[in-house]
């Protein structure tokens, strides 16, 4: 089975920095895409940045020009770099990727435990 593992969640001060990690390990064919999800208490889960496996990115509008997404195929890891971290961004934040498990299967999307990320002085 494909398993999510995130790291590098933790708590920083507004304007600080912070670098999450998610690597995709198990029966993996081919990753279509991965991306980031957040969900900070009482509010909708949403997407924060995604990027395909031709590196083509997307990003929500409120996180644009501080949020950088990138992924390295040869180790089926997405990274999210995050600058100018304000308290609005607190939030779990949960790596999802849509993976082939075998050559003629339909990419499924699998989700990560989520790592918490602290914006507070």
């Known amino acids: 089975q494909v398993q999510l593992v995130e790291s590098g969640g933790g708590l920083v001060q507004p304007g600080g920095s912070l670098r999450l990690s998610c690597a995709a390990s198990g029966r993996i064919f081919s990753i279509y895409a991965m991306g980031w999800y957040r969900q900070a208490p009482g509010k909708q889960r949403e997407l924060v940045a995604s990027?395909?496996?031709?590196?083509?990115?997307n990003y929500a509008d409120s996180v644009k020009g501080r949020f950088t997404v990138s992924i390295d195929n040869t180790k089926n890891t997405v990274y999210l770099q995050m600058n100018s971290l304000a308290p609005e961004d607190t939030a779990v934040y949960y790596c999802n990727a849509n993976i082939v498990v075998s050559l003629g299967y339909k990419g499924v999307n699998y989700w990560g435990k989520g790592t918490l990320v602290t914006v507070s002085s």
């Open positions: 990027i395909t496996n031709d590196h083509i990115t």
